[in-house]
């Protein structure tokens, strides 16, 4: 465990806080790993997953882990330092067996971007922005493109991209990045709201949800029709044992 992020489980809600204010919430492998770990087999009376952040921002992009320049490394050695271990928990963000919710605030620039739109719910502040600034730096920012191109469309990707533009939460609603906007002081209770909301709700019907979240964008109509009815009638019969 990392101090800076704090994991707490209550009530059916685990709630997972990144805790460096004063760095912007700038991930760290550390952080990544932390998370990961508490998502990938959350307790089993855990119903929904509260991401939040301390501070005026909510991430403001990923902490440095390039090799001092000089290092003499291979491609292969430069994937497994910075790439594979960010796919890997975006990896596990996307498939966290219960919803996540992101409560957005201030900026969420690069990977900020990537939690933000691998939750199943983001709620943000009206005065939050948005900005993918990989490129001013000669970076590719296929990582986090990899994180947001199954929930955006390919003009809205390119253009965040390409442009480095830095959209509003309005914008961010529009492109598909977040699923809603409360004033700037609501957003706290209404992050809660939706948590206890869910909190209340059993672990199979939940859980069901998140699987079909999970598994239909991919599948053909025959496969969608019949998971859902597996998933519906298997969360169903729980009510009845």
Do not use: W
């Not at 998370?35 to 997953?49: D, F, G, L, S, Y």
């Not at 991401?51 to 390039?66: I, N, Q, S, Y």
């Not at 605030?105 to 199943?120: N, S």
């Amino acid at each position: 465990m990392t101090e800076d992020v704090i994991i707490t489980q209550q009530d059916g809600i685990l709630r997972i806080v990144l805790n460096r204010p004063d760095e912007g919430n700038a991930l760290t492998p550390a952080m990544a790993a932390a998370i990961a770990a508490a998502i990938t087999r959350p307790a089993a009376e855990t119903r929904v997953i509260l991401l939040t952040t301390g501070g005026r921002d909510f991430c403001t992009g990923r902490a440095a882990v390039m090799p001092k320049p000089g290092t003499k490394m291979t491609a292969n050695d430069l994937r497994a330092l910075i790439s594979d271990p960010v796919l890997e928990f975006y990896d596990a963000l996307r498939n966290a067996p219960v919803p996540v919710i992101a409560r957005v605030q201030g900026k969420a620039a690069g990977v900020g971007c990537a939690l933000v739109a691998l939750a199943d719910v983001a709620v943000a502040g009206e005065s939050t922005v948005f900005v993918v600034p990989e490129m001013n730096h000669d970076i590719a920012p296929t990582l986090v493109m990899d994180a947001l191109a199954d929930r955006l469309p390919r003009a809205a990707l390119a253009r965040l991209v390409l442009t480095r533009d830095t959209v509003t939460a309005t914008e961010a609603l529009a492109m598909g990045v977040i699923g809603k906007i409360v004033p700037d002081a609501q957003l706290e209770a209404e992050a809660e709201q939706l948590a206890a909301r869910l909190a209340v709700n059993s672990a199979a019907t939940v859980r069901a949800i998140k699987a079909f979240l999970i598994r239909a964008p991919e599948s053909s109509y025959a496969t969608r029709r019949e998971l859902a009815a597996l998933l519906n009638s298997t969360a169903t019969a729980e009510k009845f044992r």
